[in-house]
T-cell receptor, first 114, second 110 residues
């Protein structure tokens, strides 16, 4: 069975510092990977996704993630965070085909302090 | 284009009561699903559907029923609410491998 592990439940950082949120997945088949963001009292929004092609994917607000097949990782990074990036971030995986089910990690709460 | 719409946003139930959480999408997606979100547990799949008339169980289906009579709607029914069902519930719809989420329903069972 596919599983997703987010290695940190909470990550506090100061504004303008770099951040990395770690995600590892386990799968013996091709996998599609996602990062979703949940702002307080809101639903989940897709931040970025890896389906195929370039292993480095970027979002419109400066986040990027790199698919690393040998390490089964899909870590999320941002070189300089803002207060507005405070949110919970979820890593998700889908094995594709006729299986539409997303498996999520338990989430990482990113808190950006002034 | 409203996307995925969930109603109600908040609900308080007494133990043993029943209710239906509504979910509607206007994107003509085949795939719809229900998740519950609990602190420290992430999102866990309750039930899902790959098309009208087709539903299946997810990771935590006990205490919940679903049906899918149309492409647009995927209601989640709690037949006899229990305090363990206090949670935030999210409906999602998708095409291929990408999911779009509703704003959630915060349910408290007392």
């Amino acid at each position: 069975a596919q599983s997703v592990t987010q290695l940190d439940s909470q990550v506090p950082v100061f504004e303008e510092a770099p951040v990395e949120l770690r995600c590892n997945y386990s799968s013996s088949v091709s996998v599609y990977l996602f990062w979703y963001v949940q702002y307080p009292n809101q639903g989940l929004q897709l931040l970025l996704k890896y389906l195929s092609g370039s292993t480095l994917v970027e979002s419109i607000n400066g986040f990027e993630a790199e698919f690393n097949k040998s390490q089964t990782s899909f870590h999320l990074r941002k070189p300089s965070v803002h207060i507005s990036d405070t949110a919970e971030y979820f890593c998700g995986a889908n094995s594709g085909g006729s299986n539409y089910k997303l498996t999520f990690g338990k989430g990482t709460l990113l808190t950006v302090n002034p | 284009n409203a996307g995925v719409t969930q109603t109600p946003k908040f609900q308080v139930l007494k133990t043993g009561q029943s209710m239906t959480l509504q979910c509607a999408q206007d994107m003509n997606h085949e795939y719809m699903s229900w998740y519950r979100q609990d602190p420290g547990m992430g999102l866990r799949l309750i039930h899902y559907s790959v098309g009208a008339g087709i539903t299946d169980q997810g990771e935590v289906p006990n205490g919940y029923n679903v049906s899918r009579s149309t492409t647009e709607d995927f209601p989640l029914r709690l037949l006899s609410a229990a305090p363990s069902q206090t949670s935030v519930y999210f409906c999602a719809s998708g095409f291929s491998v990408e999911a779009f989420f509703g704003q959630g329903t915060r349910l408290t069972v007392v």
